[in-house]
């Protein structure tokens, strides 16, 4: 029997065991809906997992392997369950189970694995990974090569990942943003600390208050393609009262390793951030739902790390959405942008992992003036889920396809969400199939609603 599994299980085993197979979770799980498989349900797999920790079924039988690959972790289940099934938890250490068992499927499996490893647990080296991908998409590489229809000859695979660089460019996003500076895009260090923008005086109940100190996480992806949103997260904290720091040091949150069942990578780098943030008790940003709700599972995934595992449970208890920092008091009102309709797509560990609702929505509220059209099954996932649309590209396109959908009914021309996989699945899903639509941060509308208002200091440091 796997001890990673038999751990989560023992530790959720009165939640696991409440399970009644009520159903409630079947239409809230996107496989279970594309495939009518009850295996490739939650209770389902939950069943399976079961029957590997009574010796029922072998750890290594495509009958379970299969069932687990094929999940899309977006914890949508947990929402919908009565009993307080802790899903995710007992996902990760099932698929730590299998990877502990040396079982890696195809070559892009392997070389996922390879990369976690050798790249990402090396903060100096994933810097200079990111470097090199930002000067391949700002030189236009990516799109010469979906605009020649090259990529798509040689994999179908390669042409999506080139759509997922692609879709992180702000090139299309920032038009209305004239006073932005060019180093929201190509930012000179990681982990620094920052000296948040002045702000112009206002007479918001916002600014009448003591500043609410925070620290911003600013994490891999995020920084290393999406700088643009830090900034403005960091500028719009700030011109709602709450400055932030950003400590030297930290390192991506582990949200990968965890996911592919790496969960001693994921621990490595949850130690380092616990170590970094270390110094002061404040509310730690973050403006990725991967990124948050991961964060905040670290009270639970060193749970048994005597070191760790008090000091783990302080730092999850820190961890808050840009969106629901701001939402602590009213967000303050900006301008009216130039901007087309525009609408939301949940993140799925941003709503179903950090429970961030309304706060998301109350952003793109303050933006005076925004034309909104919602989203039906905006709290579906979008199919991105980390590394699943490379290695699962089929299923994935499936549940891409009825986003898409979805999204050009609403005739919006800007859609925002909270997470930087949801923000390239969508926008190289969109790519591909020929619609028109710009994918942006729900921050990065309220950043430039706040530019258009003046609250921002012509002579700031960006």
Sequence with gaps: MSVQLANALAIEENKLLACVHCGLCLEACPTYVHTGDENDSPRGRIYLMRAVEER????????????????????????????????????????????????REGLTGRMSHFILRHLW???????????????????????????????????????????LLDSSSAAKLNRNRARVKASDKNPTSRNRTTTPPAVRNGDDLNLAGEKRHAALFTGCVMEGLFARVNRATERVLAANNCPVDTPRGQVCCGALHAHAGDLDGARQLARRNIDTFADNTAPIITNAGGCGAMLASYSHLLAHDEQYAARAEAFSERIRDVSQQLGATRVRAGAEIESARTTYD????????????????????????????????????????????????????????????????????????????????????????????RVCHPVELLDESYCRAGFYDEARDA
Excluded at 87 to 95: F, N, T, V
Excluded at 132 to 137: C, D, E, I, N
Excluded at 144 to 162: D, G, N, V
Excluded at 374 to 392: F, I, K, M, Q, R
Aim: glycine content about 10%; aromatic content about 4%.
């Design 56 to 103: 029922r079924l072998e750890l290594s039988s495509l009958s379970f392997t299969r069932h687990i690959d094929r999940c899309l972790g977006c914890r949508a289940c947990e929402s919908a369950c009565p009993s307080g099934v802790q899903y995710g938890q007992l996902l990760e250490a099932a698929r730590a189970d299998i990877a502990g068992g040396g079982r």
């Design 121 to 163: 647990l090396h903060p100096s080296r994933l810097r200079l990974a990111f470097a090199a991908a930002r000067l391949t998409r700002e030189a236009g590489v990516p799109g010469l090569l979906l605009k020649t229809k090259l990529a798509r000859f040689i994999s179908p695979r390669l042409e999506f990942a080139l759509a």
């Design 346 to 437: 949940a993140s799925c560990h941003l709503l179903h992992g950090q429970r961030a609702n309304e706060a998301p929505l109350e952003m793109l509220r303050a933006v005076a003036g925004l034309e909104f059209a919602p989203l039906t099954d905006s709290d579906v996932c979008c199919g991105g889920a980390g590394v699943y649309n490379l290695l699962e590209p089929e299923m994935s396109s499936r549940v891409l396809g009825e986003k898409l959908a979805h999204i050009k009914e609403t005739g919006a021309e800007i859609l925002a969400t909270g997470n930087p996989g949801c923000h390239m699945q969508i926008g190289a899903g969109a790519r591909l199939a020929g619609l028109r639509l």
